[in-house]
């Protein structure tokens, strides 16, 4: 089984979790030399690799004289901003052994939330790998803030799965796996191979053990390795701290834990829609529009909608509330906030268009729409 998922992968996202990258002085270069070669061997053998990095403020803490890591958030961006040049200057350095360019992308939520950015993101990536270059992306911490909350840029890699349309998900961690306990507080913790369905055996069994040094626990790993099983591509939470770890997943060893990927995955663009970092509305539908929905595969009409909060923009993600005021779907909104105040509650042909209106009858199309099962 892992040699079929793992002979198949062309492109493959490796997450590099700082407590991987780091250690109490700052950055590990030693371990940061043993994870460029093993890359390098793997990219050697025509798999393209793009890392997904962690560590930019754990290699800044001790630059700018803290004993711990800080909690204010204004320090924490100063941390990010001292340690992303040296987490760059030592991947560059490495890989530079093996003749191989580096690329840094910055991303912030904004990026992967609107549809342009996402793309212009996506092309830029693609013109790396065709220029040989590994692309190396870290969430901007010098000038987001939420972001820097999210779990060691856990979430960013699951994103970036489908920003680089890989067929692989790697997650770095310092243990060699996922345990069914936290194996710090149990000694009898046992390493799992693999999981079938994450939600049935893994959803449960994540504590979410947060490092010293990053913010991610198993949980977010459980859940980013979740996000890629929907969309069809296999998922590994593995050791980054391992000599050879990286060389034995490629070589389909029975080493770290596989996620099965689902037989029919999500579609790019709704996996865009169902994961987008950013919803800026909500549409309450009532009950015949949401069983039209949900039963139906219909798309949202404005007769259907009850109420609408938020001050959305056309072309954004919206989330769609049933009768009870439960999310269940997320879709790309054809209207504007005040647009769609001025039909809400009419019939298609109860609605006035001016000359040149060019707005479609569907609110939310059934191509933009995901539903979210709970």
Known sequence: MRKELIGNVKRAVVKIGSGVLTAKEGLNIVAIERITSEIAAVKERGIECVIVSSGAIAAGVPKLGFLAKPTAMAELQAAASVGQTSLMRAYERSFENHGIVVGQILLTNRDLSYRHRFINARNTIFTLLDLGIIPII???????????????????AAQTINLVEADLLLLLTDTAGFYDKDPNLHKDAKLISIVKNVKEEASHLAADTSTKVGVGGMKTKVEAAQMAVEMGIPAIIGSGVQKDSIIDIFDAKDVGTLFLPKKVGMKSKKYWIRYSPKVTGTIEVDEGAFKAIVNG??????????????????????????????????????????????????????????????????????????????
């Not at 790309?332 to 006035?352: F, P």
């Open 297 to 374: 595969g219909k798309s949202l009409l404005p007769g259907g909608i009850v109420m609408v909060t938020g001050n959305f923009k056309e072309k954004e993600i919206v989330s769609l509330l049933g009768p009870e005021g439960e999310e269940f779907a997320r879709g790309q909104v054809n209207y504007n906030y005040h647009e769609l105040m001025e039909i809400k509650g009419k019939k298609t042909g109860e609605i006035r268009r001016g000359k040149g209106d060019k707005h479609p009858d569907e609110v939310v199309h059934r191509d933009n729409l995901v539903l979210i099962h709970r």
């Open 138 to 156: 870290n969430e901007n911490d010098t000038v987001v803030v939420d972001e820097i909350r999210l779990g060691d840029n856990d979430f960013l």
